[in-house]
């Protein structure tokens, strides 16, 4: 509450009205300060020379009658000072320092002792003066003078209430003219900052702020328009050139689109086609071994073999295509899943599988994964699958997959004791077609990795993998968690 | 024996109280001459001359006849007045009062009154005197007794056609001008 009555809140006008009338309020009140304080020690000044006059008319008017010690016409010349308002006391002392005559207002003492030196100039509330009465330079008596400074106290009061009414009247046709006048300095800044609140406002940049004059504020209006224009400029080529990439970025996804399409097209017909020959080849092959196996001496059975075998592999291989181009193209539905059970049914079924071998495969419960559930199942089917091919060979298999959290993501780590790999060709790991074992140590089509890193991918996530020969491998999934 | 006795006592106790008042009234009040004396000197400095004597020439104060004042004169010789000393003599008749500025009458001499005021007029004195009417008789200031009280009438007048000319302060405070 009290801070909206600081400085810094107050609006610019507000600002400028209190400056310039805090300004002249000081300068008057200091005029009016020292002009009473002038006006004081002038009629200061008037009133003691006054009373010199008078006192000098008195002490001339009164000297004979000192002289011949006529009180009568002492007292006559004393009591013309009756008519003298501001004198309170007057007294006449002959040489020896006796009164000779006096006169006094209503309320007042006695004449003081003229021998003792009474007080003399402003003293208390009073003005008081001591003169000699002298004739041809011989002094015959003394006249002692007592005014009060009622008229002078008046006086300065009245002076006081004028130029207070006078400072007023000022100060109000300053507030009237400052009031008019604030506006030439405050009218172009408060245009100013309306222009830059509007501009910040609606974003519009061809709003300008109107400039007046050629001073400090116009220069700054003008600076303002420039850097406005400079913005607007700047702003209208970022926009066209966010056009231009965005028409080309939408050309180029269009054409990349179409291209894919045709890819997809082409492997699938491509796969499935494929597919035709082949069933037709091991069809025949086979049909070729029951009817005309008497026919066939041992090289040829062989033969036959091999060929139905190859063509076995070659099916696996379009399988492996079909799966990884499904796993690109298909749309997502994603969902959380607990990919603990997943793998757990995935090994059950592996266990099934396989060639009996003591087999230890240690899955950490209550692991859960946001992802499309067919994809993830392929992508973790392909990776166990590995790790079990690769530790056929051991005395025992050992298997362990492991998640750790990090913030916004979960490690998966998937370790066997199989073979491993060198890890200088862990950049072709990932690659279709690539395999770093030959298939006669190990089967496989080269694609699993490479339809695992396209899932992975797909669900905005990344896999490594560490290896050294001999010495099993370690595949780590890191996969987003959503918030 | 007894009534001689106290008659010389009366008397004794009359010359006493007397004496006391006497000297009594002389130590509180001032005597009619000091105060005289005190107008004459006084009167000097309220009164110009139309024909002025030279600046640095003494004022003259002649008193002629009896002196009234004895001693009482005396401490004004040697005092100045508006800037001239002032010269007491005492002139034996009127021939050696020519040359005098003011002038002294004593009631001795009032019987050659006419004389010495004609004669004044002529030499611009200015003539003080304590003869009754002095004034009325073509003189220019006389002293006045109202009760206890010393005081002065002045005939301006005379005073004009003696070519003196009197202060208005000092008119201001006869108690009677012939003008």
């Known amino acids: 509450m009290m801070g909206r009555w600081r400085w810094r809140y107050w609006p610019l006008k507000t600002k400028l009205l209190f400056l310039t009338l805090f300004t002249s309020t000081l300068g008057i009140v200091l005029v009016c300060t020292s002009l009473v304080f002038v006006e004081n020690q002038n009629y200061r000044q008037q009133l003691e020379s006054e009373l010199h006059v008078i006192a000098g008319i008195l002490a001339e008017q009164s000297a004979a009658a000192l002289l011949f010690k006529d009180n009568e016409q002492l007292t006559n010349i004393i009591s013309s000072l009756r008519k003298i308002e501001t004198i309170k006391q007057a007294c006449v002392f002959d040489t020896s320092g006796m009164l000779m005559s006096a006169l006094y207002s209503a309320g007042d003492t006695g004449c003081p002792d003229i021998s003792e030196q009474p007080p003399v100039g402003f003293v208390g509330d009073y003005y008081r003066l001591s003169l000699p009465v002298t004739l041809d330079d011989d002094t015959v008596g003394h006249i002692y003078l007592i005014s009060h400074l009622e008229a002078l106290k008046a006086h300065i009061q009245t002076f006081i209430f004028v130029a207070l009414g006078i400072g007023v009247l000022i100060q109000l046709i300053l507030v009237f003219v400052a009031f008019k006048l604030q506006r030439v300095v405050s009218q172009p800044i408060l245009e100013l900052s309306g222009a830059a609140e509007r501009i910040a406002l609606e974003h519009d940049y061809s709003i300008r702020a109107p400039v007046y004059g050629n001073d400090e504020l116009g220069r700054l209006g003008t600076t303002f328009n420039d850097m406005i224009g400079t913005i607007e400029q700047q702003n209208r080529r970022i926009l066209e050139s966010r056009d231009g990439l965005e028409r080309t970025v939408e050309d180029r996804t269009s054409q990349l689109s179409l291209a894919n399409k045709e890819l997809e097209a082409f492997s699938y017909s491509v796969s499935h086609d494929l597919r035709q020959p082949l069933r037709a080849i091991e069809g025949f092959g086979r049909a070729l071994e029951e009817d005309c196996a008497n026919l066939l001496n041992e090289s040829g059975k062989d033969h036959l073999r091999r060929i139905r075998a190859a063509s076995v592999r070659m099916g696996g291989l379009i399988d492996g295509l079909l799966v990884l181009s499904r796993v690109s193209r298909q749309p997502m539905e994603s969902q959380r899943l607990n990919l603990s059970e997943m793998l757990q049914d995935i090994a059950e079924e592996l266990s099934d599988l396989s060639k009996p071998l003591p087999t230890e495969v240690c899955i950490q419960p209550d692991m859960w994964v946001v992802g499309d559930g067919r994809m993830l199942r392929i992508a973790f089917q392909n990776l166990l699958e590995n790790a079990w091919k690769y530790s056929a060979k051991e005395q025992a298999r050992v298997i362990e997959v492991s998640a750790t959290s990090e913030a916004n993501y979960i490690m998966i780590a998937i370790q066997d004791n199989g073979v491993g790999f060198d890890m200088r060709y862990v950049d072709k790991l990932f690659v279709a077609f690539n395999r770093l074992h030959t298939p006669s140590e190990f089967g496989g089509t080269g694609i699993g990795l490479a339809t695992v890193n396209r899932v992975i991918l797909r669900h905005h996530g990344n896999i490594s993998a560490r290896s050294e020969v001999g010495k099993g491998a370690k595949f780590c999934v890191r996969l987003p968690v959503p918030a | ?179």
């Open chain 2, 1 to 179: 024996m007894a009534g001689g006795s106290f008659l010389l006592f009366s008397k004794f106790l009359v010359a006493l109280v007397l004496c006391v008042s006497l000297t009594s009234a002389h130590a509180s009040v001032r005597s009619e001459y000091e105060v005289k004396a005190a107008f004459f000197y006084n009167f000097t400095r309220f009164v110009s001359w139309t024909q002025p004597p030279e600046k640095e020439s003494p004022l003259r104060v002649c008193v002629i006849g009896d002196n009234p004042f004895g001693d009482l004169l005396q401490p004004l010789a040697g005092r100045k007045s508006q800037g001239r000393e002032l010269e007491l003599t005492n002139p034996k008749d009127l021939s050696a009062a020519a040359g005098c500025h003011v002038l002294f009458v004593s009631e001795s001499e009032l019987r050659n009154l006419p004389v010495i005021i004609t004669l004044a007029q002529e030499g611009h004195m200015l003539t003080i005197s304590e003869i009754p009417d002095f004034i009325g008789r073509g003189g220019i200031i006389g002293y006045v007794k109202q009760g206890n009280i010393i005081r002065f009438e002045i005939n301006l007048q005379a005073a004009n056609a003696a070519g003196v000319n009197i202060n208005s302060r000092l008119l201001e405070l006869a108690s009677r001008v012939i003008q």
